[in-house]
């Protein structure tokens, strides 16, 4: 993010307007559903804040091992008119947790917004306990533009573990995680890497709440919801069969313990007709879609599935998954082992960011003068001792 440290907030909680519904309760005290936090208990930090300045993106990016959000969280505050985040991570034990992004995106922030890849086969990464929406619900036509809600990179050949996710109004895909099954006819074949989706939530968000595309990648124990009419990337028409529950747009994807409803979309969308073929794998699936509850090559779907309208309490978000902000920093869920152990480079020309290269720029060009004044001593020295010599 552009501009010098002081145009970034991270002060006390002075922006509660966030916490919708439950405003004047300190995050440290309030109440969570298992009862456990009582007015006694000692009070969680307040999470780190981010304030993006109008016009400007917050950007991050995370290499190995690094850690965004962590134990303490960070909320990324994009209320500000033009104001936009911009988060990529690339690389081997990574991990975004207990983050929150509050505010609106405008139609010119298009694409994706949270891009994640895990290079190594090898490898795995995290995503967990986020909450993340596109546009405001009062402006839900002229806002959110074509943006993507977590895009996974066609390099992506890791595992990338996505948990506990509230993703909402996002106009081209809730999480797109296709990208990896990419075909060797693609522009950027991928590379097969595995995503996980548990405990997560997708709310008005097309062309699909979640996007699968490679073998052993599944959906777990989540929930996706359509209220209204959605525009999407695709089609600007609105029709059912471009919006979508879950796409699974290459290979063989698990579904289990799945609900949804769709209220001007499909349920489960299988293949690409005319292009490609998938598989899905069903266990324990509820669902309800005015467009048809399963769609595409329905002879490649096997399993279990009902088709029913899900009650209500099956539609609301699922355990752990954050359905505020304030939830994100209630529940604080701790890192995995061995992942996100370090700092992630923040913003371009952020003060942090640029302090960090200017170091390294310093750095090389004074490791290169102490070479060549290492290197002429040496040649000087040579030709003394020829002189010498004669």
């Given amino acids: 993010m552009s501009g010098s440290e002081t145009s970034r907030s991270e002060g006390s909680l002075s922006r509660r307007s966030f916490l919708a519904g439950t405003a004047a309760a300190p995050l440290g005290l309030a109440s969570r559903a298992s009862g456990q936090t009582t007015a006694t208990s000692t009070p969680a930090p307040d999470p780190r804040i981010e304030t993006v300045p109008p016009g400007e993106t917050f950007e991050v990016r995370l290499g190995d091992d690094d850690s965004l959000g962590g134990d303490r969280g960070l909320l990324i505050d994009i209320t500000a008119e033009g104001a936009a985040y911009e988060i990529n991570a690339?690389?081997?034990?990574?991990?975004?947790?207990?983050?929150?992004?509050?505010?609106?995106?405008?139609?010119?922030?298009?694409?994706?917004?949270?891009?994640?890849?895990?290079?190594?086969p090898d490898e795995t990464a995290v995503i967990d306990n986020l909450w993340i929406t596109a546009d405001n619900q009062s402006q839900p036509d002229e806002r959110g533009g074509d943006a993507v809600g977590i895009f996974v990179h066609p390099r992506h050949a890791g595992?990338?573990?996505?948990?506990?996710?509230?993703?909402?109004?996002?106009?081209?895909?809730?999480?797109?995680?296709?990208?990896?099954?990419?075909?060797?006819?693609e522009e950027l074949p991928g590379q097969g890497g595995t995503i996980s989706i548990e405990n997560c939530y997708a709310l008005n968000c097309s062309n699909a709440g979640f996007r699968i595309g490679t073998p052993?990648?599944?959906?777990?124990?989540?929930?996706i919801v359509q209220t209204r009419p959605l525009d999407t990337s695709l089609d600007s028409d609105s029709e059912p069969d471009a919006v979508r529950a879950i796409w699974l747009y290459y290979g063989t994807g698990q579904l289990r313990d799945v609900a949804f409803s769709m209220s001007n979309g499909t349920g489960i969308d299988v293949?690409?007709?005319?292009?490609?073929?998938?598989?899905?794998?069903?266990?324990?699936?509820?669902?309800?879609?005015?467009?048809?509850?399963?769609?595409?090559?329905?002879?490649?779907?096997?399993?279990?599935?009902?088709?029913?309208?899900?009650?209500?309490?099956?539609?609301?978000?699922?355990?752990?998954?954050?359905?505020?902000?304030?939830?994100?920093f209630e529940q604080r869920v701790p890192r995995l082992e061995g992942i996100g152990t370090g700092r992630?480079?923040?913003?371009?020309?952020?003060?942090?960011?640029?302090?960090?290269?200017?170091?390294?720029?310093?750095?090389?060009?004074?490791?290169?003068?102490?070479?060549?004044?290492?290197?002429?001593?040496?040649?000087?020295?040579?030709?003394?001792?020829?002189?010498r010599d004669q």
């Fill in 271 to 328: 293949g690409d007709p005319g292009r490609y073929e998938s598989t899905a794998v069903l266990d324990n699936v509820l669902g309800e879609a005015s467009g048809g509850v399963l769609t595409g090559a329905t002879r490649l779907i096997r399993g279990e599935y009902s088709i029913e309208e899900p009650s209500r309490a099956q539609l609301t978000p699922p355990p752990g998954c954050p359905s505020t902000p304030q939830a994100v």
């Fill in 344 to 387: 992630p480079n923040i913003g371009p020309i952020g003060l942090d960011d640029s302090l960090t290269r200017l170091v390294r720029m310093v750095s090389v060009r004074l490791v290169g003068i102490v070479l060549a004044i290492i290197g002429a001593i040496v040649a000087i020295d040579a030709w003394f001792k020829r002189e």
């Fill in 90 to 120: 690339r690389g081997s034990r990574w991990e975004i947790r207990n983050v929150a992004i509050i505010g609106s995106l405008d139609g010119t922030r298009t694409g994706a917004r949270l891009s994640a890849q895990v290079p190594d």
């Fill in 159 to 185: 595992t990338l573990l996505i948990r506990r996710t509230y993703i909402e109004n996002y106009r081209n895909n809730g999480i797109y995680a296709s990208s990896p099954g990419n075909p060797l006819s």
């Fill in 216 to 223: 052993e990648s599944s959906v777990t124990n989540s929930v």
